[in-house]
């Protein structure tokens, strides 16, 4: 049972366009959701979270939108850069749990 | 570097054989936790501590597989009778619980385990 799931394993964008990654989960428990990128052969990088509070939060070029009736979050990457090339992954957490739940990733290309 | 650090990188052995990994957490970090991750797959839950104590553990954590963190710093994952099914990258994180705010997980660049 797949409670966080990325329908996409890969989208490729051009330098400078926006990107948009999606995730959508299935457990009206899950109160906080965080994105990270990976790069080969090291570890996810935490990149940008938000509860379950808000709808939107941005830290430079990234920003997460968090739709709960839909169940459905999106990164949004502004302006995509080359070094943003790398699979990213999004995670939930349920309330009064510690582990995370983790999508199986979207793999970015950004072409320069 | 302060990061989270594991220790091997990668680990080859073969089939019956064990094995132990180390993670070190970031310093002042209380939780620990473990993950196993395959191709193709997201990083899945194994189990966490909240200092010395493990709070949790996966039914993916079967009666071959122990986690420690004696003191509440460092912590071992050992894996007896290893099998085909346990090579994967085994990840450890690390974050710092207050008891009021959410706090990400920070993860180490993991240790890759083959069984021949």
């Known amino acids: 049972d797949q409670q966080v799931k990325q329908n996409s394993p890969s989208l490729s964008v051009q330098e400078g366009r926006i990107s948009i990654l999606n995730c959508d989960y299935t457990n009206s428990m899950f109160d906080y959701f965080l994105w990270y990128k990976k790069y080969p052969a090291e570890g996810p990088t935490f990149l940008i979270s938000?509860?379950?509070?808000?709808d939107k939060n941005e830290d430079g070029r990234f920003t997460v939108f968090l739709n709960k009736s839909a169940k459905h979050l999106s990164l949004h990457i502004v302006p995509s850069q080359p070094g943003d090339s790398a699979v990213y992954f999004c995670a939930a957490s349920a309330i009064g749990t510690y582990k995370y739940i983790f999508g199986t990733g979207t793999r970015l290309k950004v072409l320069a | 570097d302060t990061g989270v650090s594991q220790d091997p990188r990668h680990k080859i052995t073969k089939r019956g054989q064990n094995v132990t990994f180390r993670c070190d957490p970031i310093s002042e970090h209380n939780r620990l936790y473990w993950y196993r991750q395959t191709l193709g797959q997201g990083p899945e839950f194994l189990t966490y501590f909240q200092n010395e104590a493990q709070l949790e553990k996966s039914r993916l954590l079967s009666d071959r597989f122990s986690a420690e963190r004696p003191k509440g710093s460092f912590s071992t994952l050992e894996i007896q009778r290893t099998e085909q099914g346990d090579s994967a990258m085994y990840l450890c994180?690390?974050?710092?619980?207050?008891?009021?705010?959410?706090?990400?997980?920070?993860f180490g660049d993991g240790t890759r385990l083959s069984i021949l």
């Open positions: 994180a690390s974050s710092h619980w207050t008891g009021n705010s959410n706090q990400p997980q920070h």
């Open positions: 938000i509860s379950s509070i808000k």
